[in-house]
């Protein structure tokens, strides 16, 4: 599976240092990205009509376990997950690890894109129930934290995050003993 980077330095700056010293990388890279565009966007910073989340600036090894879920059929393979479904077979597509690695790498390189939507609901109650269980694993700020294995939450549009929330509580994600943050993420929506 995806080597895991022991160090947070080690996060950002060897991506920096193989664009440096290889500056055909990042293109490889943009290039394994290029049928994800439809639905994510050039900027990676998703499709809220379709669906498709932000992936632009999320924690790197988050994104390689997504990919890595989805390729295994450990993601979207569960009946009523028609979205997750859909991204399997893209997932599948990447020839083997390495690629999964790079697209990881150059989606984390990418800036975070500006949220476009507009709240709506109660932005105090909302708060209060992020904080009471949300917060302590994806960050105050919904920044996430990779010790945690929790990513980023914001910038995510709120049907995305309500759709997660959903399949996590209707065991559509999180239910294979393998899948260690899936399962906790799981009984954490049950709450």
């Excluded at 009509?49 to 979207?76: I, K, T, W």
């Excluded at 083997?96 to 109660?122: C, F, H, I, N």
């Amino acid at each position: 599976m995806i080597k895991e980077y022991q160090s947070a330095p080690g996060r950002w700056l060897l991506p920096l240092l193989a664009a440096l010293l290889m500056p055909g990388l990042a293109q490889a890279d943009e290039a394994l990205f290029g049928p994800c565009v439809a639905c994510h966007g050039s900027d990676a910073g998703g499709n809220v009509s379709l669906g498709a989340p932000a992936l632009a600036g999320q924690d790197e090894v988050y994104l390689a376990r997504q990919l890595m879920l989805f390729r295994s059929g450990l993601r979207g393979a569960a009946q009523g997950d028609t979205l997750g479904a859909q991204m399997a077979p893209f997932a599948k597509s990447l020839a083997d690890d390495a690629a999964v690695a790079s697209v990881a790498a150059y989606l984390a390189g990418l800036p975070v894109p500006a949220s476009q939507e507009t709240p709506e609901g109660d932005a105090r109650r909302g708060a209060s129930l992020y904080n009471g269980n949300c917060g302590a694993c994806h960050g105050g700020q919904a920044q996430g934290n990779a010790a945690l294995k929790a990513p980023r939450l914001a910038g995510l549009d709120s049907a995305y995050l309500a759709r997660q929330l959903g399949n996590y509580r209707n065991g559509l994600r999180g239910t294979d003993a393998s899948d260690g943050p899936g399962r906790q993420m799981a009984m954490m929506a049950g709450t």
